[in-house]
């Protein structure tokens, strides 16, 4: 198993600001990042830090993972 340790934890601001400059709904952004609405807005707020795997998850969604990205299968027609 992958030991996800490039993906760094921001600050509330800075995920704010992300969400602003991908022009992303907090809703949106939740759903991306697999957590509920109720959560990103704690994440938002400063009430709790996201955890590693779903921080990773929401970049990998966004394609700023530091170290992987998705990649589609193609589909046999």
């Known amino acids: ?11 509330a601001d800075a995920i704010k600001v992300l969400r602003t400059e991908i022009n992303c709904t907090q809703a949106k952004c939740a759903k991306m990042a697999q957590v509920s609405l109720i959560t990103w807005k704690q994440w938002e707020s400063a009430a709790r830090k996201p955890s590693k795997p779903s921080w990773g998850i929401f970049l990998l969604a966004i394609d700023q993972h ?9 589909v046999n027609a």
């Open 1 to 11: 198993m992958h030991e996800i340790e490039a993906v760094k934890i921001p600050d």
């Open 66 to 74: 530091p170290d992987f990205v998705i990649v589609r299968r193609a």
